[in-house]
């Protein structure tokens, strides 16, 4: 058996994005969905008596999933975490393999934006937070919006 720590004799995959076995164990563990702004937002819209789909897909043919999906009402929440959409206020670069992960957060925002124009043209409204953003406000404006489109109904695309 050897004394050596898995760490000491770890080396990365060819191509990968680890820089370390610890920073690729940190790196998996971070969660695609029930993260705690999603949920503290999803427990407040609930609690104003809106139902709604967790992490589905607006559009069955388009394979991104939205955190909270509103389909009567054609409304599709997203709560994007400062890091991984590239947050104006918060956004970081980091300093290991930087060029690897600044590359990956402009993809997630150029999928953001895409998914945005997908989903508009198929006569769906997106609501996008930051996680940064108080979680009672951002339910608010998912429950006012919901509520008006229930209301109002849903304009038509042709």
């Known amino acids: ?6 760490e000491a004799v770890w080396e990365a995959p060819e191509g990968s994005w680890a820089s370390s076995a610890a920073r690729r164990r940190n790196m ?25 789909r967790v992490s589905a897909r607006p559009l069955p043919d388009l394979r991104r999933t939205a955190d909270l999906v509103f389909r ?16 104006p206020e918060h956004y970081v670069s980091p300093r290991t393999n ?19 124009q997908k989903l508009d043209e198929a006569g ?3 609501l996008r937070f930051w996680e940064h ?9 998912i429950a006012e919006v919901v509520l008006a489109r229930r209301s109002f109904g849903v304009p038509r695309c042709n």
């Not at 054609?74 to 709560?79: D, E, Q, S, T």
């Not at 690897?100 to 402009?106: G, I, L, N, P, T």
């Not at 953003?133 to 404006?141: F, L, Q």
């Open 72 to 87: 009567p009402a054609k409304v599709a929440v997203f709560i994007d975490g400062c890091y991984w959409h590239g947050c």
């Open 98 to 116: 930087s060029g690897y992960w600044s590359a990956k957060v402009e993809r997630n925002v150029k999928r953001d934006r895409d998914t945005d």
């Open 28 to 52: 998996q563990a971070i969660r695609s969905r029930d993260t705690k702004p999603e949920w503290l937002i999803r427990r407040l819209v609930h609690a104003q008596g809106l139902r709604y």
């Open 124 to 126: 769906w409204l997106v």
């Open 1 to 6: 058996m050897s004394s050596e720590s898995p």
């Open 133 to 141: 953003e108080p979680s009672a406000a951002c339910a608010d404006k």
